[in-house]
C-alpha cells in the first residue's frame, strides 16, 4: 500500500474548501487501476469529471505518456494531479510562471497534500525540503520553471532521483515556431531522455493546432503517447470583429466599447507604450513585462477582485477567474493561437461573454516587425568557433556580451543546424560542420520559422476580414471539423455567413501532402472553394481547391521515415 503524505496547512480562510483526508491509493503495479473517480471526489470533492480528465489520467495511470488539448477553464491541471495521486509517487511539474506555480500548489496545499515551488525566491531551506521529498520517492508535488532544469544540481538530482510523473504545463510553449515560445522549454526533452529511470510524461496546453502537436510530441520525446484532444469551440464566447482605417478613430471606439462592455474584462494591447496609453485614457491599470514584478502583482490583485484591466500579451496565462464577461484586443494578435487563448479567459463560468477585435490592417504591420529579422549569420559563426571546447551558457554569453536569453536563442538554433549540443554545457555535437557552415544552416532555419510566424500573421487577417461564419474559421484552424454556421458571430448575425460547401473528398482534414515548391504538408480544412494546409517549412497557405486539382500541385505523402 502507499499512502499519500501530507503536508501541515494553514486552518483554511473564508470560502476556502477545507482539506480533505486523502485516500490510500494502491500501487497500479500491484493490483487494479485506482478508480480515479473516487479520488476526485476524495482529495478535490469533486462530484463529476470534464470531458478528457478521465480518459488523460487514466493513461497515464497505465504508463502512457499523454499529450491533452483541452479549451481554457476545462481543468487540465487535475490530469496531472489525480495520476500524481493515483501512481503513489512525486510528481514534478514544469510550469512558466510562478504565479501559475504559487496558485496550483497553494490549491493542492488546501486539500492536504504536500506541494513545493522551486525558484530563485525560495529560500535554501524550502529548496532543500522539495529536493527530499523527491530524494525519498514520496509521494507529492514540485513544481519547477523550466530555467531551473538548466541547473546543475536539478539535472543530477532528477537522474539520481527521478520523479514518477513530469508534468509539462503550458506545453505549446515548446513550439519554437508559435506564440509564448521559451527557449528554456527545448531543454526539457533533453532532461526527460537523459533520466535513468524515465517517468511517465503528460504534456498540457489550451492551444495547440496539429502542427504544434506534432512538434510538442517531438520535442518532448513524447513515447506512445495518449491523445486526449477535446473540442476548441467556446460557444459562449460572442466573436466579432471591427475595422478601422484611422488610428485616431480606432482608439476612441476601443474607450468607448469598454465602457459600453459590463462586467470584469480584459483589453490586450499589442505593446507596452499603447498598454500605457489606454490604461491612463480609460482609468485602469496596466499590465506589461516592463513594470515592476510589485506592480504587476498588484494590477492582477485588482483584477481578481473584479478590476477591468488593460495589458499586454504577457497577462493571462494561468489567471483562473471564471466571470470574465469580454475581452478586447485592441490592436489585431499576432496569431489565431495567441487570439484563441486569450478570448478563452473570458466566460469560464459558461456564462455569456464577449469577445471583440479592433482591426486596422496598418496594425498587421506590428506584428510583421514582431516576426524579427534574421539573426546576424557571423555572430552565429562566432557563437559556433567557440564551441568547440565546452563551455557554460553563461560564461559564452559573458565573453560575447550577449543577453543569457538571446545567447540560448542562437545556440537553439545551431543545435537545429547541428553544430552543438546543450546539456550542462554547450558542447559541439558528434560530426558538426565548421563554423561558417552551420551558421549558414542555421540562417536558413531561422528564415523557415519567420516565414512560418508571418503565414499566422496571414491567418489571422483572413480571420479580420472574413465575411463568413469566423467560428467556423477557427475551428477549422485548430483542425476542428464545422460546417454549419455558428449563429454566435458578428457575421452570422449580420447575414453573411453562408453554408459550408461540400469539399471534393479528394483531401480530408489531416491528410498528409506535399508541393513541389513548399515541401510536406498536412490539410487543415477544406470547404470546397479553398483548401487551407500547413507546410512544414512554410507555415499555412491558403490554395483555391479547383487549382489544385487541375493543376496536381497536391500529392499524398505518406508518413515521415
Request: hydrophobic share 40%.
Amino acid at each position: 500500500m502507499i499512502s499519500w503524505q501530507t503536508e501541515r496547512c494553514s486552518p483554511p480562510g473564508p470560502g476556502t474548501p477545507r482539506a480533505r483526508p486523502p485516500p490510500t491509493v494502491r500501487s497500479p503495479a500491484t493490483s487494479a487501476p485506482p478508480d480515479l473517480r473516487q479520488i476526485a471526489a476524495g482529495v478535490f470533492g469533486y462530484t463529476a469529471l470534464r470531458p478528457g480528465q478521465h480518459e488523460a489520467a487514466s493513461a497515464l495511470t497505465t504508463g502512457r505518456d499523454c499529450l491533452a488539448v483541452m479549451p481554457s477553464g476545462a481543468g487540465k491541471s487535475a490530469v496531472y494531479q489525480l495520476a500524481a495521486i493515483a501512481l503513489g509517487g512525486p510528481a514534478v511539474v514544469v510550469s512558466p510562471l510562478l504565479s501559475l506555480q504559487q496558485d496550483q500548489a497553494e490549491h493542492l496545499r488546501s486539500h492536504g497534500l504536500t506541494a513545493f515551488t522551486v525558484n530563485a525566491s525560495v529560500p535554501e531551506s524550502r529548496r532543500a525540503e522539495a529536493y527530499g521529498l523527491l530524494r525519498s520517492g514520496t509521494a507529492g508535488f514540485v513544481f519547477l520553471a523550466p530555467e531551473q532544469l538548466a541547473r546543475d544540481d536539478v539535472r543530477d538530482l532528477l537522474g539520481t532521483a527521478p520523479p514518477r510523473l513530469l508534468a509539462v504545463d503550458e506545453a505549446h510553449c515548446v513550439s519554437a515556431w508559435g506564440h509564448d515560445f521559451r527557449p528554456d522549454y527545448l531543454r526539457i526533452g533533453d532532461v526527460i531522455s537523459s533520466l535513468g529511470r524515465r517517468p511517465v510524461v503528460a504534456a498540457l496546453t489550451a492551444t495547440a493546432a496539429p502542427p504544434v502537436r506534432e512538434e510538442i510530441v517531438r520535442r518532448l520525446g513524447l513515447r506512445d503517447a495518449a491523445h486526449v484532444i477535446r473540442g476548441f469551440d467556446r460557444p459562449e464566447i460572442y466573436l466579432s470583429v471591427r475595422a478601422f482605417h484611422e488610428a485616431g478613430t480606432k482608439e476612441t471606439a476601443v474607450g468607448e466599447a469598454a465602457g459600453e462592455l459590463g462586467g470584469t474584462g480584459i483589453i490586450y494591447a499589442a505593446t507596452r507604450e499603447e498598454t500605457e496609453q489606454y490604461a491612463e485614457r480609460l482609468g485602469v491599470r496596466p499590465y506589461h513585462a516592463g513594470l515592476s514584478r510589485a506592480e504587476r502583482e498588484a494590477t492582477q490583485r485588482l483584477f481578481m477582485s473584479g478590476e477591468t484591466i488593460v495589458a499586454t500579451s504577457a497577462f493571462g496565462m494561468g489567471i483562473d477567474r471564471p466571470d470574465v464577461r469580454f475581452v478586447v484586443h485592441a490592436s489585431v494578435p499576432g496569431s489565431l493561437d495567441e487570439y484563441y487563448q486569450e478570448i478563452g479567459r473570458a466566460g469560464r463560468d459558461g456564462k455569456a461573454a464577449t469577445a471583440v477585435c479592433f482591426y486596422r490592417p496598418e496594425d498587421l504591420g506590428i506584428r510583421r516587425f514582431f516576426t524579427g529579422g534574421l539573426p546576424d549569420e557571423k555572430l552565429l559563426a562566432e557563437v559556433a568557433a567557440a564551441t568547440q571546447i565546452p563551455v557554460s551558457v553563461r560564461e559564452l554569453a559573458a565573453r560575447a556580451g550577449l543577453s543569457e536569453r538571446r545567447l540560448t536563442g542562437l545556440v537553439n538554433l545551431l543545435e537545429a543546424a547541428g553544430a552543438v549540443r546543450l546539456q550542462d554545457l554547450i558542447e559541439p555535437a558528434a560530426g558538426a560542420p565548421p563554423p561558417a557552415e552551420a551558421a549558414a544552416k542555421a540562417v536558413e532555419i531561422a528564415a523557415r520559422g519567420r516565414a512560418i510566424e508571418r503565414s499566422r500573421v496571414e491567418m489571422m487577417r483572413r480571420y479580420a476580414e472574413l465575411a463568413d461564419c469566423r467560428r467556423r474559421f477557427l475551428l477549422r484552424y485548430f483542425g476542428q471539423g464545422a460546417q454549419d454556421p455558428c449563429g454566435r458571430c458578428d457575421n452570422c448575425a449580420a447575414g453573411l455567413s453562408a453554408p459550408a460547401e461540400r469539399g471534393h473528398g479528394a483531401f480530408a482534414m489531416g491528410m498528409r501532402v506535399e508541393h513541389l515548391e513548399w515541401g510536406r504538408g498536412v490539410v487543415m480544412s477544406e470547404d470546397g472553394e479553398r483548401l487551407t494546409v500547413y507546410f512544414d517549412e512554410a507555415g499555412y497557405r491558403e490554395l483555391l481547391t479547383a487549382a489544385v486539382l487541375d493543376g496536381h500541385i497536391l500529392t499524398p505523402a505518406g508518413p515521415e521515415a
